[in-house]
């Protein structure tokens, strides 16, 4: 169930837009009924699209330009990689070894010809078009260009993801701490989280020390000499 779930999770970050097209309940809706006097609507499919608005060149290509200098140009193919290594990690557990290279062989090739990394590249610069003016994305390019924007490029991956790391495991002292406080009223909590390093749980077989009995120094008294002590010599008879 596991390895289904993981994998179906996995299909899913491509299949997303497709399915968002579909109706809920996957189910083809009816047309709403005419009423007397009106027009019925053209089908979908043959109502006029909506007209696409046609990108200046000289932006698309500055759009592009900035996408390669920041390393952006290159999402598609994270992103294809990333997915490939997922499908990848899962089928490696639910296929033989010997099936495994032929699957991921038909897998990627299906896949990068449905999905080319080309098609994540023009989307965002669909996306840039619509939020930035031709002399903004000339601005950030020149930024981009100088020495400190490459310092930027080069580096920010690395604080992203040393970012991230250290938000998480901020956020995972809060939430055991939180937890560990609802262990009264939730016991079950006691037997899932780790142990706690400020109350460590006591030793297995130490008990208490044992309090001596009345009349008694709790100190041990001294062991007996082990060597004897000497007999006295006899007084020799007088004359």
Same mark, same amino acid.
């Given at each position: 169930m596991k390895l289904r779930n993981a994998l179906i999770a996995a299909v899913l970050l491509t299949a997303g837009p497709a399915l968002a097209q579909t109706p809920a309940g996957g189910t =083809?809706? %009816?047309p709403a009924p005419v009423q007397p006097g009106q027009t019925a609507p053209k089908p979908e499919a043959a109502q006029p699209a909506e007209a /696409? !608005? %046609?990108l200046d060149p000289a932006k698309d290509v500055a759009i592009r330009h900035l996408l390669d200098i920041t390393g952006e140009s290159k999402e598609g193919e994270n992103i294809n990689t990333g997915i490939t290594d997922r499908v990848h990690e899962v089928m490696s557990r639910a296929l033989p070894a010997d099936q495994l290279p032929k699957f991921m062989n038909t897998f990627s090739q299906k896949y990068t010809v449905n999905a080319p =990394?080309? /098609? @994540? +590249?023009? /989307? @965002? !610069?669909?996306i840039y078009a619509q939020h930035f003016s031709l002399e903004d994305i000339q601005g950030v390019t020149k930024f981009y260009e100088s020495p400190i924007g490459q310092r930027m490029v080069k580096e920010m991956p690395d604080v992203a993801r040393e970012s991230q790391t250290a938000g998480m495991q901020i956020d995972q002292k809060v939430v055991i701490e939180v937890l560990r406080g609802m262990s009264d009223e939730y016991p079950q909590l006691k037997q899932m989280l780790p142990p706690d390093p400020a109350h460590p749980a006591p030793a297995p077989n130490a008990g208490p020390t044992p309090t001596p009995a009345p009349g008694t120094s709790a100190t041990p008294s001294a062991a007996p000499s082990s060597t004897p002590t000497p007999a006295p %010599? =006899? +007084?020799p008879p007088q004359r």
């Open positions: =083809p809706q %009816k /696409a !608005v %046609k =990394p080309s /098609a @994540v +590249t023009d /989307a @965002v !610069v669909k %010599k =006899p +007084t």
